[in-house]
């Protein structure tokens, strides 16, 4: 499978935190969410998604319990 | 609750009958039952109705003294309406209930769905019908004082119950005191805080939702067809949900979720109340006048008992199960499991069928209430997100869907068709030749002629459809049986065709129909002494002669 280049990534990250930058605290989350739908959805491949979820999930610190 | 200054069950369409319990003398000489039924609801009197179906009588107990008043169940799906036509109580539900197929979700204003439940010509009814529970109950008590076979005692309690060599005996205190009498089976019908249960010592198992939500019923002249709504993220409700139902006699079925900032006993005060629906109504284009029918509280559950038979004792509807109400189905449900448990007691009364049969009824249904818990629960986390990641990917679905169409569909409420009953128990093994048929599904319909359809044609019992050269004098005489020979000359070779198509069948096939409607078997050659050997086993049908 094709992936994006370094420059191209690059452009995404700076684009990403450009959008990221313009919307509220709480629509920071839900731009996240929106775009991972959206990704998911053209990227087409339900195993490769459920496995970046995991991946996602690393490094993060954990909570107890729900907010 | 309903608006100061009316009576407890002062309704605007609706006028509540008083019943009284029986008399003294006549309780006490009375006391052998074959069937005790606990709970005159809609499923223990459809209960009591399918028992009468098949000539068993019953006895119905009930502590009230009128219908039910805080139990709104107001959808009723198309396989329920199949079930109360073999019962023989549809009639009057044809005249007055409002059909629909369609649904329409909102988003911020902005309709992001419209969902089409599934129909088609070779259906007889519509996928679902609105009509409020008062009339359901109306309508099933009205077939239930036709019946010589079924006795409603009112304002009778069950206080005591304890198992008996050949049932159970049960203590009840009436107007008049208390006596003891004997059935030999149980149905459960008593409804979310059954106290059968509790004197069986069962307990519901699962899970409570978070979201709060009122349900008020008001009466005004609102023009719009009978369509679901929902709307998220409403002006009126902001971030929350918003559900709106049709029903009979101009009056409207308003469900929202707790504004924020509500506590469940403000928001359950009447001018809350007037407050929240005047603000709904306003955001839903409706500026006339209207009237506060009646309001009350509820939240999402999908609790159900590990076992839906103890004993003798039979749990029907919401004493074995409590089910959400995005989805409509706990009624429908429960006159499922009302038919179900109905016509196997039947034959096991009848001395047609080993007690064994009996054993099918849990698995079958329990199957059913966990696959709706399965799909009401995917809507009541949409309803009413349980936790801040649920949230948070609503929102975003929503967010998606004002200009994405693939994502209203995270709004569809799920309003499944019926269950599939797994085979083994009272669905028999496929033949392997078989394809096209789902065994353990509602037999789809088709229409034969001019308003009629096969569901019309079929047998009280058991029905068995051949398509083929048989001889039809060699199969049971209690199975109803149904040729293709016999279609293509009442309704022409083209109905048969359709028939056939609709079924999958093959010439030379068979299927076998339970009294519920049910496929129970399917035989791609109709070898009649393998299929009645089969029969014989799973339901005592006798030997072919």
């Not at chain 2, 100061?4 to 019943?19: D, M, Q, V």
């Not at chain 2, 009588?57 to 959808?75: E, L, M, Q, W």
């Not at chain 2, 629960?377 to 169409?405: C, I, N, Q, Y």
């Not at chain 2, 028939?499 to 009649?528: E, K, N, S």
Request: hydrophobic share 40%; glycine share 10%.
């Amino acid at each position: 499978m094709m992936v994006l280049n370094f420059a191209e990534l690059e452009t995404v990250y700076e684009d990403l935190a450009v959008a990221l930058d313009t919307v509220s605290h709480a629509g920071r989350e839900v731009l996240l969410c929106k775009l991972s739908l959206l990704m998911a959805r053209e990227l087409g491949d339900l195993a490769q998604v459920q496995a970046m979820i995991q991946t996602a999930k690393d490094h993060l610190d954990t909570k107890m319990q729900q907010d | 609750m309903r608006p100061e200054g009316k009576g407890a069950l002062e309704s605007l369409y609706f006028e509540y009958p008083r019943f009284a319990a029986p008399g003294r003398a006549h309780v006490l000489e009375h006391t052998q039952h074959k069937v005790a039924i606990v709970g005159a609801g809609p499923i223990g009197m459809f209960a009591a109705l399918t028992l009468a179906r098949f000539g068993v009588g019953s006895v119905v107990f009930d502590n009230k003294d009128t219908f039910n008043d805080g139990s709104r169940a107001i959808c009723v799906q198309r396989s329920s309406y199949h079930a109360l036509e073999r019962a023989g109580a549809l009639g009057p539900f044809l005249e007055k209930a409002l059909g629909w197929t369609k649904g329409r979700t909102f988003y911020r204003g902005k309709q992001i769905l419209e969902f089409e439940m599934s129909h088609s010509d070779s259906e007889k009814y519509l996928p679902m019908y609105n009509i409020q529970q008062q009339f359901i109950e109306q309508y099933l008590w009205d077939a239930v004082t036709a019946s010589d076979l079924i006795e409603v005692r009112w304002c009778s309690e069950v206080v005591g119950f304890g198992d008996t060599d050949g049932g159970a005996r049960l203590t009840i205190e009436d107007t008049n005191g208390r006596y003891d009498c004997d059935a030999q089976w149980v149905f459960a019908a008593d409804g979310a805080r059954s106290p059968v249960r509790k004197m069986r010592g069962k307990r519901l198992n699962g899970e409570n939702f978070a979201g709060r939500y009122v349900i008020a019923d008001v009466q005004m002249d609102h023009d719009y067809p009978t369509i679901r709504r929902a709307l998220f993220d409403s002006e009126s409700n902001p971030d929350k949900t918003i559900l709106i139902h049709r029903q009979p006699d101009n009056i409207w079925r308003i469900d929202y979720q707790l504004p924020d900032g509500q506590s469940e006993e403000e928001a359950i005060r009447e001018d809350s109340i007037r407050e929240n629906v005047a603000k709904i109504l306003r955001d839903i284009g409706y500026a006339g006048p209207w009237e506060l029918e009646w309001w009350s509280i509820y939240s999402a559950n999908t609790l159900a008992l590990d076992d839906y038979r103890d004993g003798r004792v039979i749990f029907i509807g919401d004493s074995a199960h409590i089910v959400p109400i995005f989805g409509v189905r706990g009624l429908n449900n429960g006159l499922a499991d009302a038919e179900n448990a109905g016509w196997k007691l039947a034959r096991v009364l009848n001395g047609l069928s080993d007690e064994s049969l009996m054993d099918s009824y849990s698995p079958e249904r329990r199957g059913a209430t966990l696959d709706v818990f399965e799909n009401a629960t995917k809507s009541a986390r949409f309803m009413t997100p349980p936790s801040k990641g649920w949230e948070v990917m609503r929102d975003a679905a929503l967010s998606l869907s004002l200009d994405h169409d693939w994502a209203g569909d995270f709004a569809n409420p799920r309003q499944m068709e019926p269950f599939t009953y797994s085979e083994g128990g009272a669905v028999l093994t496929a033949d392997a030749g078989v394809t096209g048929v789902k065994l353990g599904a509602v037999l789809p319909n088709e229409t034969l002629s001019d308003g009629v359809y096969l569901s019309d044609i079929l047998g009280n019992g058991f029905t068995m459809l051949v398509f083929g050269d048989v001889d039809v004098a060699k199969i049971d005489d209690q199975v109803e049986v149904i040729s293709s020979a016999m279609i293509a000359a009442k309704y022409g070779e083209a109905a048969l065709a359709r028939v056939q198509a609709r079924l999958g069948t093959q010439a030379g096939g068979a299927l076998l129909i339970r009294p519920d409607g049910y496929l129970a078997g399917a035989w791609a050659v109709c070898d009649l002494e393998q299929i009645a050997r089969q029969m014989k086993m799973a339901f005592g049908l006798g030997e072919t002669g």
